[in-house]
């Protein structure tokens, strides 16, 4: 082996060793919390093994010890060992196939988050090892880095899999509720009624809604498009950001984009505020400021009608841009800042009135739209908590640490004095820290903090900044030598792997939902409708499954707009009194015939429990109101779609539960 694969296979071996440990330990972790619960059985196909993380170890130093014992030979000559095209189908079937595999064993206790690592990793390594053989050869650490992105994007497509089903039913807590909100754009076509459109989200659910013009009573059609707009708007957003760089070296364009595509899903970025990237970032002209303030404004716009964290993000994505790519003139900095000032305040403020005007012409009532400046505080989110395991702030810094190092390194390594100006140094800290902030703020609001979604701006901002610096797009403040330079593989390494880890975090299995037993279901709770239209008087409220109202599976019954379940869940974590006491007011007197609502646990969760206070506030709320005056009929869906009828009407009870017989 030449001495540049010898070094890289070194280094392999260090890192499988570390990782073999790390999944050692958690699998003898899992097998004492088993032995501490007798009576426990065992299923031997879902039992923690140790032995598979011993292998991977054992394995692992075997290569360490070969790579110090076989000395470096001379260059090779270029041999026809394989076609490099076989080289790359056999990588990357090894990866597909292991992909495969992952999400048709993900319920066995043995491939967690590190096993999955030590997983790819090793097929990682042996894809590395044939395109390094196969003629015009690959060096092994570029096709290894290669190899882990495309593993890592073809896993996060993967789980979207199992979300493109048929079944009528929600698929998560809050998922049918986001076809129910898009579906209020097309109300009159849908329901024949007019009503106020989304107050959360609203340009999400514009995206969304645009499904219904080709597929208005097709749930299926309607959650491929929504995986599309996930993976389409984050790949944009990814391409968009690499296309800003200009590199003339495609394989690492490539490897950027893939890079991006894992990044932003660390938090995850939602789609609707990658609209706002793509359009600053392709709309941003370095010579034009009139055309960069027309696109800031059109994505303000689109911010004002997303959420208010986002107002500033694209008049700062363009000052970002600014300061990263001009330098300051001899002109001073007060007319160097003209720009920024102006995209900023002419940015701000339209999405600020673009959000007013929303919420105006809406039909809600204008209060509802300030509803987080209301909301509980739960600061143990911060660190390591029973909701997110890692905790806000931890996890924060282990996404931005290595890319901020390595950026360092590479501004060191130039000359920092080259670089440094106290204006744009300071304004590019500001707005890192701003939305760094910011988010942390945000994810600490009872309903957050159970992932890093709420630091999706932030992800946007460091991954650009970032960037800018370690590829060389950067304007040096004053003119300095460029020095080549080639980054270790040790520092790349984290910056591949942590993005890779947050992807593997998430584990789903490819099954599919029991649509026969679905239709059952529906069958059912049409003819309890039917059956109580004429015994009871009053609406049906559907607090949770509206879609089959959307989609037209339920026939006969007049949507009633209030009391939707995420927005009513929005209410009692804004602990707005005035419209609870409205809703419990309305259960006192029975005005609903029939309540659809999903979960009717009456148990309270602890502190040592995720989500706990979330639980605790609905089933106050919520939950313990309605049941003060309904009773549950049926519990379909495995208890998640509960049917009730006021109290007191015990023939009409015994009428409905004959039905199921």
């Known amino acids: 082996m030449d001495i540049r694969s010898k070094n890289f296979w070194r280094w392999f071996g260090i890192l499988v060793i570390g990782l073999s440990a790390w999944y050692w330990y958690v699998q003898r972790t899992a097998l004492q919390a088993f032995a501490a619960q007798p009576g426990t059985p065992v299923v031997t196909t879902n039992f923690p093994s140790t032995s598979v993380a011993l292998a991977s170890f054992v394995l692992a130093v075997v290569l360490l010890i070969i ?62 090892w044939l395109l390094n053989k196969s003629r015009d050869p690959i060096q092994p650490a570029q096709g290894f880095i290669l190899l882990l992105l495309i ?67 097709n749930i299926f059609v309607h959650r491929i498009w929504q995986v599309f707009l996930w993976l389409s708007m984050n790949f944009l957003g990814a391409y ?156 924060t810094l282990l996404v931005s640490l290595p890319l901020m190092i390595i950026s360092w390194v590479y501004i060191r390594h130039q000359g920092g004095k080259y670089y440094l100006h106290w204006v744009r140094t300071l304004g590019l800290a500001a707005i890192l820290a701003m939305f760094a902030l910011g988010g942390i703020v945000v994810s600490v609001k009872i ?43 040790y520092w790349m390494i984290p910056v591949i792997l942590v993005p890779l880890f947050f992807t593997l975090q998430s584990g789903v299995s490819w099954t599919r939902k029991d649509v026969e037993l679905a239709s059952a279901d529906i069958q059912l709770i049409q003819e309890v409708l039917d059956l109580t239209s004429e015994e009871l008087p009053g609406p049906v409220l559907f607090i949770s499954e509206r879609q089959l109202l959307t989609f037209g599976e339920i026939q006969g019954t007049v949507l009633v707009p209030d009391y939707e379940k995420v927005f009513l869940m929005e209410m009692v974590m804004a602990n707005n009194e005035p419209y609870l006491s409205y809703f419990h007011e309305k259960l006192k007197q029975q005005e609903f015939s029939v309540i659809v609502v999903d979960s009717l646990s009456e148990l309270y969760k602890k ?41 007191g009407h015990l023939d009409l009870y015994t009428q409905l539960l004959k039905l199921s017989e």
């Open 151 to 217: 593993a890592g994007c073809l896993y996060r497509v993967g789980l979207f899999v199992p979300e493109m089903q048929s079944t009528p039913f929600s698929m998560g807590w809050s998922e049918g509720s986001r076809y129910y909100n898009a579906s209020l754009y097309f109300a009159q076509n849908l329901y024949g009624s007019d009503f106020p459109l989304p107050v959360l989200h609203p340009s999400r659910y514009i995206m969304q809604a645009a499904a219904f013009l080709f597929a208005p009573q």
């Open 447 to 489: 309903g957050g903090g159970g992932d890093l979604h709420n630091l999706d701006a932030y992800l946007v901002f460091l991954a650009v900044i970032g960037l800018s610096l370690v590829f060389n797009r950067f304007t040096a403040q004053k003119p300095s030598i460029e020095r080549e330079f080639h980054m270790p593989l």
């Open 607 to 647: 502190p040592e429990d995720s989500f706990w206070v979330e639980n605790n506030k609905w089933l106050d709320k919520v939950v313990l109101p309605i049941l003060q005056t309904y009773e549950p009929v049926y519990m379909l869906q495995d208890r998640g779609v509960n049917l009730l009828i006021p109290r």
């Open 67 to 128: 790579t110090f014992v076989f000395k470096p030979g001379p260059e090779r000559a270029k041999q026809e060992w394989l076609p490099r095209m076989v080289a790359w189908g056999l990588a990357l079937a090894l990866l597909l196939g292991s992909i495969v595999y992952l999400f048709l064993t993900t319920k066995t206790v043995m491939w967690g988050v590190s096993g999955r690592m030590v997983l790819f990793v090793w097929i990682c390594g042996i894809g590395a």
């Open 240 to 395: 968009s950001v690499a296309r800003r760089f200009s590199l003339k070296n495609r394989p690492v364009t490539f490897a950027m984009i893939l890079w991006l595509f894992l990044f932003f899903f660390q938090g995850a970025v939602y789609y609707h505020l990658m609209v706002c990237v793509v359009l600053v970032i392709l709309g941003y002209r370095r010579d034009s400021f009139w055309r960069t303030l027309i696109f800031v404004v059109l994505a303000s716009v689109w911010a004002g009608l997303s959420r208010v964290n986002w107002y500033p993000v694209p008049a700062l994505l363009a000052v970002s841009i600014y300061l990263l790519e001009e330098r300051v003139e001899e002109r001073g900095w007060l007319n160097y800042l003209i720009k920024p000032a102006a995209w900023s305040i002419l940015g701000s403020t339209t999405a600020f009135f673009s959000n007013r005007i929303y919420a105006v012409f809406s039909g809600n009532d204008v209060t509802q739209f300030s509803s987080s400046f209301t909301s509980y505080m739960i600061w143990s989110r911060l660190l390591p908590n029973p909701t997110f395991p890692m905790g806000v702030i931890p996890a």
